[in-house]
């Protein structure tokens, strides 16, 4: 990587002998054109890492953290309603739970055949008992 050696008078006077001074003044002017602007651009970047640091520390410093007293007692009056919600929901789902398991006090749509007919059993086994592997 080379370094830039920035161009003295001697050296665009020995530019102008050679008929190329009007091309170091132009890279003179350019390069003073580019330290004011990197200059500048260093001096906005410090500036706004200044008012980073500033607004962190009022966004996330101690103080900030803290609550007042109105501020608790709101913060206090909506958990307690959420609470009393959630307490609300818990009772009526165990409520739910409780009628879920008891037997139905209902009694089936068809009553049950009488005992005295005949009961046929029928079972149904298939052609072959073997399976695809070999085994019974």
Known sequence: MSVAVPLSAEDLASLEAAGLGHIGTKV???LAHD???????????EKLTFE??????????KK?????????ALFDEAVD??????????????KAKRKGAEPSGERPKRAALPPHLPRVDR???PADTTCPCGCQ
Do not use: P
């Open 28 to 30: 003179l002017a350019h």
């Open 35 to 45: 330290r004011h602007e990197i200059e500048w651009r260093d001096a906005k970047i």
């Open 52 to 61: 980073m640091a500033q607004l962190k520390r009022v966004k996330f410093g």
């Open 64 to 72: 900030s953290e803290q609550l007042d007293a109105e501020q608790k």
């Open 81 to 94: 309603a959420d609470l009393a919600a959630l307490e609300a929901q818990l009772a009526e789902l165990l």
């Open 123 to 125: 079972h149904h086994e």
